[in-house]
């Protein structure tokens, strides 16, 4: 069936540190959507990528979307401990209503 | 404006019990999502309905589980005869559009627990 693998799973970075999570699907996406999710809490909408080959910056955070519009990574530089939470990636298929979801990247912050 | 609304957030069902999951949409949205989150996992897709109809029920197991989003009032999931393996975060979004590319805009969630 149709999947959006994620990797890594988790992420253990010293604050300040950089992070990078990436997504791979197996079939083409019409577009890429970004979320947060703070542990407990619910997700939340960080960014849309439609264009290939497109990149967006908010801030720290840096997201692209793959020239054949099948993989997409999201880039934090100078992680901070609000930037703490799991991070995932979410793609529609063409003609499709479903968003398929990865597995998430968990971003933890070394005390 | 009120973002979206889940009730209860959380819910403690026996096996075998029913469980009802109630969800309201922000103002002005006519599109919900259920998903359902198992901890440490993404969330998968359930259902897609717009009011009065279920769009897509692709994701939703055809026994025990139902969805409805009537004219008036919340879109609810219902669970019958629940068991064990139904514990999970069950999360409900909106959106202004059904056209996919949306943004979804995700309730708190109601965590289920089944003992």
């Known amino acids: 069936g149709q999947q959006v693998m994620q990797i890594p799973q988790y992420q253990h970075v010293q604050e300040g540190e950089d992070f990078t999570t990436y997504c791979n699907s197996s079939?083409?996406?019409?577009?890429i959507q970004w979320y947060k999710q703070r542990p407990g809490g619910h997700p939340v909408f960080l960014i849309q990528?439609?264009?290939s080959g497109e990149v967006k910056k908010q801030k720290r955070l840096t997201f692209q979307f793959g020239e054949a519009k099948k993989n997409s990574s999201l880039h934090i530089t100078a992680t901070q401990t609000t930037d703490v939470g799991t991070y995932f990636c979410a793609g529609y298929m063409d003609s499709n209503y479903q968003l398929i979801w990865g597995a998430g990247t968990k971003l933890i912050i070394k005390p | 404006n009120a973002g979206v609304m889940q009730n209860p957030r959380h819910l403690v069902r026996r096996r075998g019990q029913e469980a009802r999951l109630r969800c309201s949409p922000m103002?002005?949205?006519?599109?919900v999502y259920w998903y359902r989150q198992l901890p440490e996992e993404g969330l998968k897709f359930m259902v897609y309905l717009q009011k009065e109809n279920i769009i897509d029920e692709s994701g939703m197991p055809k026994e025990r589980f139902s969805a409805e989003f009537p004219k008036e009032g919340p879109s609810i999931l219902r669970i019958q005869q629940v068991v064990r393996g139904d514990s999970a975060a069950y999360f409900c979004?909106?959106?202004?559009?059904?056209?996919?590319?949306?943004?979804?805009?995700f309730g708190p969630g109601t965590r289920l627990t089944v003992t």
């Open positions: 979004a909106s959106s202004p559009t059904g056209l996919a590319g949306g943004e979804q805009y």
């Open positions: 103002k002005g949205h006519s599109h």
């Open positions: 990528l439609v264009k």
């Open positions: 079939t083409t996406l019409s577009n």
